[in-house]
Each structure stands twice: as structure tokens, then as C-alpha cells.
């Protein structure tokens, strides 16, 4: 979801008591008003809202699958290594 704000600072990943706030693309915005519109300063950014077992398993499943390409890359590098010693 697209979300403009005015806060000082947008964090790229914020929780409170239940939820985290995941946020991207984060772009500082500085409009002009118009007559009929006012101006606006402040930030744009898109933002994923998910509960906090949510996260924690995203999280889990990012570990699991940086632990299964680390094994497979020391795999090949193991057998690199084979083929240069013989």
C-alpha cells in the first residue's frame, strides 16, 4: 500500500505491540500548493502491515533458505576444490 507521511525519519522496519510495519521505496515529497490545494513536505513510501508470528516465520523461512544456498555454495566450492588438487 502507498502511504504518505510527515514524520521526521521513516524506518524501513517498525513494530509496536502487535504489529510489523514494513516499508520501501521510500522517496522524500516536497509539493507546492495551488490555490485549491495545499502543498505537501513530507515522505511517500510503500508499506506491508503483517502481525508479528507472521514476520517471525517470513524471517524463518529467509534463514532456512540462506542456510540451504550457503550448504549448497560450500558444496561447490568443495568440489572445485577436488578438481583442482587431482
Given amino acids: 500500500m502507498r502511504i504518505r507521511g510527515t514524520q521526521t525519519e521513516v ?3 517498525e513494530q509496536d505491540d502487535f504489529k510489523v510495519y514494513i516499508r520501501s521505496n521510500i522517496v522524500r515529497i516536497e509539493e507546492e500548493g495551488t ?3 495545499p502543498g505537501f513536505i513530507g515522505w511517500e513510501y510503500d508499506e506491508i502491515e ?3 508470528p507472521e514476520y517471525q516465520e517470513m524471517i524463518k ?3 532456512d533458505d540462506l542456510r ?3 550448504l549448497n ?3 561447490a566450492l ?3 576444490f577436488e578438481l ?3
Fill in 35 to 37: 490555490e485549491d490545494e
Fill in 73 to 75: 555454495n560450500k558444496l
Fill in 68 to 70: 540451504e544456498e550457503d
Fill in 78 to 80: 568443495t568440489e572445485i
Fill in 84 to 86: 583442482l588438487i587431482m
Fill in 11 to 13: 524506518l524501513k522496519l
Fill in 50 to 52: 503483517i502481525s508479528i
Fill in 61 to 63: 523461512t529467509e534463514v
